[in-house]
Protein backbone atom coordinates (compact mmCIF):
# COMPACT_ATOMS: atom_id res chain seq x y z
CA UNK A 1 0.00 0.00 0.00
CA UNK A 2 1.77 3.55 -1.26
CA UNK A 3 -1.00 5.75 0.47
CA UNK A 4 -3.04 5.00 3.56
CA UNK A 5 -5.75 7.57 4.75
CA UNK A 6 -7.48 7.55 8.46
CA UNK A 7 -8.94 9.81 10.79
CA UNK A 8 -12.15 10.31 9.50
CA UNK A 9 -15.24 10.02 11.91
CA UNK A 10 -18.55 11.65 12.56
CA UNK A 11 -18.36 15.44 14.03
CA UNK A 12 -20.96 17.91 14.60
CA UNK A 13 -20.69 21.43 13.33
CA UNK A 14 -17.71 23.94 14.23
CA UNK A 15 -15.85 20.95 15.27
CA UNK A 16 -12.53 19.55 14.42
CA UNK A 17 -10.97 16.40 13.35
CA UNK A 18 -7.32 15.68 11.70
CA UNK A 19 -7.05 12.87 8.73
CA UNK A 20 -3.74 11.43 8.59
CA UNK A 21 -1.93 10.23 5.40
CA UNK A 22 0.72 7.60 5.65
CA UNK A 23 2.54 7.07 2.42
CA UNK A 24 5.84 5.58 1.85
CA UNK A 25 9.01 7.29 2.13
CA UNK A 26 9.79 7.26 -1.24
CA UNK A 27 6.74 8.87 -2.60
CA UNK A 28 6.77 11.53 0.26
CA UNK A 29 10.27 12.34 -0.97
CA UNK A 30 9.72 12.40 -4.29
CA UNK A 31 5.99 13.21 -4.76
CA UNK A 32 3.70 16.20 -3.46
CA UNK A 33 1.11 15.21 -1.60
CA UNK A 34 -2.42 16.51 -1.25
CA UNK A 35 -6.05 15.87 -0.20
CA UNK A 36 -9.21 15.11 -2.40
CA UNK A 37 -12.99 14.76 -1.65
CA UNK A 38 -15.86 13.78 -3.00
CA UNK A 39 -19.41 14.10 -1.60
CA UNK A 40 -22.33 12.85 -2.06
CA UNK A 41 -23.67 13.18 -5.38
CA UNK A 42 -20.94 15.57 -6.34
CA UNK A 43 -17.45 15.28 -8.29
CA UNK A 44 -14.65 14.87 -6.71
CA UNK A 45 -12.85 17.70 -5.98
CA UNK A 46 -8.71 19.06 -4.70
CA UNK A 47 -8.81 19.71 -1.11
CA UNK A 48 -4.95 20.86 -0.60
CA UNK A 49 -1.43 19.62 -1.65
CA UNK A 50 1.66 20.06 -0.44
CA UNK A 51 5.01 20.38 -2.22
CA UNK A 52 7.79 17.42 -1.62
CA UNK A 53 10.59 19.78 -1.72
CA UNK A 54 9.83 23.53 -0.09
CA UNK A 55 7.02 22.17 1.75
CA UNK A 56 4.82 25.11 -0.19
CA UNK A 57 1.00 24.45 0.24
CA UNK A 58 -1.61 24.99 -1.78
CA UNK A 59 -5.69 25.09 -0.83
CA UNK A 60 -9.17 25.16 -2.54
CA UNK A 61 -11.21 28.05 -2.01
CA UNK A 62 -13.20 25.67 0.44
CA UNK A 63 -10.40 24.76 2.08
CA UNK A 64 -8.73 28.10 3.01
CA UNK A 65 -8.89 29.61 6.67
CA UNK A 66 -10.13 26.35 7.94
CA UNK A 67 -7.88 23.69 6.56
CA UNK A 68 -3.87 23.39 6.81
CA UNK A 69 -1.99 20.82 5.40
CA UNK A 70 0.89 19.61 6.93
CA UNK A 71 3.84 17.02 7.03
CA UNK A 72 6.06 15.34 9.11
CA UNK A 73 8.93 13.30 7.14
CA UNK A 74 9.81 11.13 10.41
CA UNK A 75 6.79 9.63 10.47
CA UNK A 76 5.85 9.65 6.43
CA UNK A 77 2.59 11.36 7.03
CA UNK A 78 0.38 14.14 6.01
CA UNK A 79 -1.83 15.49 7.82
CA UNK A 80 -5.14 17.96 7.08
CA UNK A 81 -6.61 19.51 9.54
CA UNK A 82 -10.03 20.35 9.58
CA UNK A 83 -11.63 23.37 11.80
CA UNK A 84 -14.92 24.38 11.50
CA UNK A 85 -15.95 22.40 10.10
CA UNK A 86 -19.73 22.04 8.20
CA UNK A 87 -22.45 19.84 6.91
CA UNK A 88 -20.87 20.71 3.51
CA UNK A 89 -17.48 19.16 4.17
CA UNK A 90 -18.87 16.00 4.59
CA UNK A 91 -17.38 13.31 1.97
CA UNK A 92 -14.83 10.40 1.53
CA UNK A 93 -11.57 12.26 1.66
CA UNK A 94 -8.64 10.69 -0.19
CA UNK A 95 -4.82 11.23 -0.25
CA UNK A 96 -2.84 11.16 -3.04
CA UNK A 97 -0.19 12.51 -5.62
CA UNK A 98 -1.13 15.80 -6.30
CA UNK A 99 0.16 18.77 -8.99
CA UNK A 100 -1.74 22.21 -9.56
CA UNK A 101 -2.22 23.01 -13.12
CA UNK A 102 -3.18 26.13 -13.95
CA UNK A 103 -4.86 26.56 -10.91
CA UNK A 104 -6.11 23.46 -10.76
CA UNK A 105 -5.64 20.70 -8.43
CA UNK A 106 -5.21 17.36 -10.04
CA UNK A 107 -4.36 13.84 -8.51
CA UNK A 108 -1.70 12.05 -10.54
CA UNK A 109 -0.06 8.06 -9.88
CA UNK A 110 -1.03 7.25 -6.28
CA UNK A 111 -4.18 6.87 -4.71
CA UNK A 112 -4.97 5.70 -1.08
CA UNK A 113 -8.40 4.44 0.14
CA UNK A 114 -10.76 6.98 1.09
CA UNK A 115 -12.13 7.79 4.93
CA UNK A 116 -15.58 9.37 5.16
CA UNK A 117 -15.94 12.41 7.25
CA UNK A 118 -19.38 12.87 8.15
CA UNK A 119 -20.64 16.46 9.64
CA UNK A 120 -23.82 16.54 11.37
CA UNK A 121 -26.04 17.73 14.14
Known amino acids: VQLQASGGGLVHPGESLRLSCTAS????????IGWFRRAPGKEREGVSCIASGDGRRYYADSAKDRFTISRDTAKNTVYLEMNSLKAEDTAVYYC???????????????WGKGTLVTVSS
Open 25 to 32: EIILNEYP
Open 96 to 110: ATCQVVVGALLGTHY
